[in-house]
């Protein structure tokens, strides 16, 4: 079988959480024995280019001042692909509308409903490609819930197939900048449905109050000018720590000092970072949004995410008790066997023969 995956992801994405799963789909189906191809040259994404056995089928372009290239590779590769090929592209591309009618066997991953939900007329590429697959993947059953009521896409379409997680301990590499002993982590972009300006606020007296308490953000970008001044307002400037463009070696080790690991997002569809908080024995505490807890269940500990003070109550609950984090521990530890990437890659080998 030979499935066509495209570059794109990899030159928009130096690390994310749909890069990842694209990422560990081709690496999965290589191993099975499928001719499994990303289309384009052209990447700047840690995760291909740190893996030896592919790293050398790529070129670095950290500008993405050659996409066109890719582009017009995928719509040349997408022209020959037969009837017995599988096209998954990683986005919606509106570049790509006349191939998405004309390759016979496409399938597409929607990992979230965000803005679809915030804006009840949105749609566009998303939606176009949802309606002209022949299979939806969504990553978790509040997601195909949204799918369904948004869009009225019928149900039959969509099957749910969960992530999996690409960090443990033994991959635990000290980042170059220094940590403290006690902190709590946030992981990922801070941009408008993660929360992240109410959680500070909500944290803010916690670290203040605290003279040996932290925070590290890891990932996403620097902070923002507007974020800088934020937790400068906040008196919290010595207590905040940002460890942009890490490894997953790096964040491994994050994960695996942290007091807690904290996820405020108003909304998501999935949630990998739950999964790598387990994989690395962190208590998680999470938004009571119906996504975390399809996920997480009686393994996360849960706060109103529209309330600073519930998310102060939560995070300071799990940090002043030791038993409870060790149940949230080791119910993480048990939850985590329910999700994986070879599961994620050997339900995603059916459907794709199912189309075949």
């Known amino acids: 079988m030979k499935i066509i995956y495209d570059a794109h992801i990899y030159l928009s994405q130096k690390t994310g959480g749909i890069s990842r799963y694209h990422y560990e789909l081709f690496k999965g189906m290589r191993q099975l024995g499928h001719d499994a191809k ?74 979230d409903m965000i803005v679809e939900k915030q804006e009840a007329l949105s749609g566009g590429n998303k939606l176009h490609f949802a309606q002209n697959a022949d299979k939806i993947i969504a990553v978790s059953e509040a997601t195909k819930k949204d799918i369904v009521e948004i869009w009225g896409i019928e149900k039959e379409k969509i099957e749910v197939i969960y992530h999996g997680s690409s960090l443990s301990p033994q991959l635990a590499k000290q980042p170059a900048t220094p940590l403290p002993d006690s902190f709590l982590l946030y992981v990922g972009s801070r941009n408008g449905h993660k929360n992240f300006t109410r959680f500070i606020h909500a944290t803010a007296p916690l670290l203040k109050g605290n003279s040996t308490l932290y925070l590290v953000c890891a990932g996403g970008r620097a902070f923002s000018h507007e974020e800088s001044l934020l937790i400068k307002e906040l008196g919290i400037e010595r207590k905040v720590i940002a460890c942009p463009n890490i490894t997953d070696s790096e964040l491994a080790c994050l994960y695996c000092k942290a007091k807690a690991f ?95």
């Not at 998954?88 to 016979?104: D, F, G, I």
């Not at 505490?285 to 519930?310: H, R, W």
């Not at 995070?315 to 939850?335: F, Y």
């Open 262 to 356: 904290v996820f405020p997002s108003l909304n998501e569809g999935f949630g990998i970072p739950v999964l790598e908080a387990w994989a690395c024995k962190t208590p998680v505490i999470l938004s009571d949004n119906p996504c975390f807890k399809e996920v997480a269940a009686e393994a996360g500990y849960y706060f109103a995410p529209d309330s600073q003070e519930s998310i102060r109550e939560a995070v300071g609950k799990v940090l002043s008790d030791q038993s409870l984090q060790t149940d949230l521990i080791k119910k993480g530890t048990s939850r985590l066997r329910l999700f994986s990437w070879e599961k994620t890659v050997s339900q995603t080998d059916k459907l794709y023969q199912s189309l075949l």
């Open 38 to 111: 990303i289309v384009g040259l052209f990447v700047k994404n840690q995760y291909l280019l740190s893996d030896s056995r592919y790293k050398k089928s790529f070129l670095h372009d950290p500008t993405a001042s050659l996409a066109l290239l890719n582009k017009i590779a995928l719509k040349y590769a997408l022209k020959r692909a037969t009837a017995t090929d599988i096209f998954h592209p990683a986005n919606a591309y509106s570049y790509l509308y006349t191939e998405m009618r004309q390759v016979k066997n496409k399938v597409f991953t929607i990992h």
